[in-house]
């Protein structure tokens, strides 16, 4: 069973069955990042800088990278270490900053539904990149299914979950906010440009991952390297604010500590998967997303999200269905 198939190749049943746990364990802690947030509010906000919190997950990854070498879980290559080759990281590094302050610069030009709708833009991006720079061809029933993938993704940030104490249709973030929906024509120039850097770091860093012939684990440590550079940096330059700690909880810590976790279970997924896989992995989030919200946030699925739900299941049948 090849990788497009929903399998790894050559890989025994054993091995098979813990590819299958670790996608259930990144879905699962992708899903669980935004209510986990909302258990960290204080007076209805985050009390500590998002910042601090990229901060720290980076270095977290970083130094269980370093652990994972140091205690020998995997090889250090022989030779002189080849620090040549880390070079090529620091432009994953640069991206994936990029678009992390993408983010935060979007919401000044359209309102949260809006790109929450929109932003499922770049599982399209993803795949042309995918196609051109990895040289890979999709079929039409593979298409239809990242299409669906993306209507689904629209459909829950559409109305997925709803405050019982609104009426109102749509997120409830939308509910309890008097924003109109809107998208101003440099909103949606931001939006298209974060799409398409979403898709090219994702599909860069799988490029890289799988050409070097070189331990997972020091990949990730020349990644999050960069990655803690540019982060100290954005950090430090944020101008004054909360200090690196301050604000932060058993909440916050598990948040940190679920993201770094899932960083380094989806660099797996880049290497030996592909990025297709990781969408996968986050569209399938979005339903352990509003099972934990609507058990811990008590907020109401709607029938909006059991046609999302459907949806995605019929992609995953769709792309890695029998042909």
Known sequence: MSVEEGGMPGLGRPRQARWTLMLLLSTA?????????????????????????????????????????????????????PWRQAAPFALSALLYGANNNLVIYLQRY??????????????????????LCLRHRLSARQGLALLLLMAAGACYAAGGLQDPGNTLPGPPAAATSSMPLHITPLGLLLLILYCLISGLSSVYTELLMKRQRLPLALQNLFLYTFGVLLNLGLHAGGGPGPGLLEGFSGWAALVVLSQALNGLLMSAVMKHGSSITRLFVVSCSLVVNAMLSAALLRLQLTATFFL????????????????
């Open 29 to 81: 802690m992708y899903g669980a990042h935004a209510p986990l947030l909302a258990l960290c509010h204080v007076d209805g906000r985050v009390p500590f800088r998002p910042s601090s919190a990229v901060l720290l997950t980076e270095l977290t990854k970083l130094l269980l990278c370093a652990f994972s070498l140091l205690v020998g879980w995997q090889a250090w290559p022989r030779g002189a270490p």
């Open 110 to 131: 359209m309102d949260p539904s809006t790109y929450q709708v929109l932003s499922n833009l770049k599982i399209g991006s993803t795949a042309l990149f995918y196609c």
């Open 308 to 323: 999302a739900t459907l949806l995605i299941g019929l992609a995953v049948r769709l792309y890695y269905g029998s042909h």
